[in-house]
């Protein structure tokens, strides 16, 4: 295979790469598909920085002990809408998994819930998340925290992480509203997807060196430190998150807690997840017609000059979505070799090639 093309799997091919690699590792059987579905949905919408470039990371968790792949989580507290979660170091996916289901039916039943989750693990995109919970006709919210590898605004020291947010608005029979983005101006695992790929530059505002000034040099980011999104208005979000999952969840904070590339320590990360009832507030149909006549009239601005149209959040991501399950998912010849090397070293046999 030559190393310098992008290999192009089927989404039925890439999933089933993805979950023979989780069992190898040592995901229980049951498990394997909760945690390989976020992975390929990322890859489908474009996200592949939190697609199946994961799994190699995930694989060394798993080896260094510091997710145990049995763990379900249990509930430690639940009083009206509000339902604290503890996830027992176990893999992210299926902990958010409960969440989410918990937020839907307490959300049902008292028209807002907010389930907090500590001592969890990497959950991948967070806009799977909030989707899991507008699937059942609710906004959905969800947001984590994440290692520290942001300086607050003015400083040149990580003291908190990209802390992402996202919020779906269900549509029936149609694709609704999706904002999932993190707090910095780009999340960490954009930078590794620009290394995997072989390239040296990044754009203007996703890092900074070590003494805090902008850099668009790769190796100096890699370095360094992402920037806030923003600047102090992004360190501002960032510590909403914080608080939200670790204050008020009771886990770890900032600086406690560790990364999926930092192995031998447990991550202990936070999450957060808030399901609201629309048909508390008003009508279903009332408020679908609002959001069509929302994102109809922000989509009906004349484009600025260099644009052809302008777009809403979860617009690129549905094309990209709509493109792959056509064409398939492309991986990039830098990430498809960690895969290779990755799939050797646990015996699994490669996927075939679209």
Same mark, same amino acid.
């Given at each position: 295979m030559n190393e310098g093309t992008a290999v192009v799997l089927l989404e039925a091919a890439l999933r089933a790469f993805a979950e023979r690699v989780l069992e190898a590792a040592g995901?229980?059987?049951?498990?394997?598909?909760?945690?390989?579905?976020?992975?390929?949905?990322?890859?489908? *919408?474009?996200?592949?920085?939190?697609?199946?470039?994961?799994?190699?990371?995930?694989?060394?968790?798993l080896a260094a002990g510091d997710v145990d792949p049995r763990a379900d989580g249990r509930i430690l507290a639940e009083s009206g809408g509000c339902l604290l979660y503890d996830g027992q170091h176990g893999l992210g996916a299926v902990t958010s998994t409960t969440c989410c289901a918990h937020a839907v039916r307490l959300a049902l039943e008292h028209g807002v819930a907010l389930v907090?989750? *500590?001592?969890?693990?990497?959950?991948?995109?967070?806009?799977?998340?909030?989707?899991?919970?507008?699937?059942?006709?609710?906004?959905?919210?969800?947001?984590?925290?994440?290692?520290?590898?942001?300086?607050?605004w003015q400083g040149r020291e990580g003291r908190l992480g990209t802390n992402p947010i996202s919020m779906a608005v269900p549509k029936p029979g149609g694709r609704g509203?999706?904002?999932?983005?993190?707090?910095?101006?780009?999340?960490?695992? *954009?930078?590794?997807?620009?290394?995997l790929e072989g390239r040296t530059v990044i754009p203007e505002g996703w890092a900074m060196d070590r003494q805090g000034r902008p850099t668009t040099d790769l190796a100096t980011a890699l370095q360094g430190f992402l920037m806030p999104l923003g600047g102090y208005k992004g360190s501002g979000l960032v510590m909403m998150v914080e608080i939200l999952c670790g204050a008020l969840g009771g886990g770890a904070m900032a600086t406690e807690i560790r990364g999926i590339r930092q192995h031998g320590r447990l991550s202990r990360v936070n999450h957060a997840f808030l399901?609201?009832?629309?048909?508390?507030?008003l009508p279903l149909e009332e408020f679908y017609a609002r959001m069509d006549w929302l994102v109809a009239e922000v989509k009906a601005t004349p484009p600025a000059a260099g644009?052809?149209?302008?777009?809403?959040?979860?617009?690129?991501?549905?094309?990209?979505e709509q493109e792959r399950r056509r064409t398939g998912i492309p991986i990039p010849p830098g990430p498809w070799q960690a895969l290779v090397r990755m799939a050797e070293r646990l015996g699994v046999p490669l996927t075939t090639q679209a």
């Open positions: 995901v229980p059987h049951e498990k394997v598909p909760v945690v390989a579905d976020p992975l390929v949905a990322a890859n489908l *919408r474009g996200i592949d920085s939190h697609g199946v470039q994961l799994l190699p990371h995930y694989v060394d968790q907090v989750a *500590r001592e969890a693990t990497h959950f991948g995109a967070a806009g799977y998340w909030a989707e899991k919970i507008s699937a059942a006709g609710l906004i959905g919210i969800a947001m984590c925290d994440a290692s520290p590898t942001v300086p607050p509203w999706l904002l999932d983005m993190a707090t910095t101006t780009a999340a960490y695992g *954009r930078l590794e997807k620009v290394a399901g609201i009832d629309v048909g508390r507030f644009y052809d149209e302008v777009l809403v959040a979860g617009d690129p991501e549905w094309r990209a």
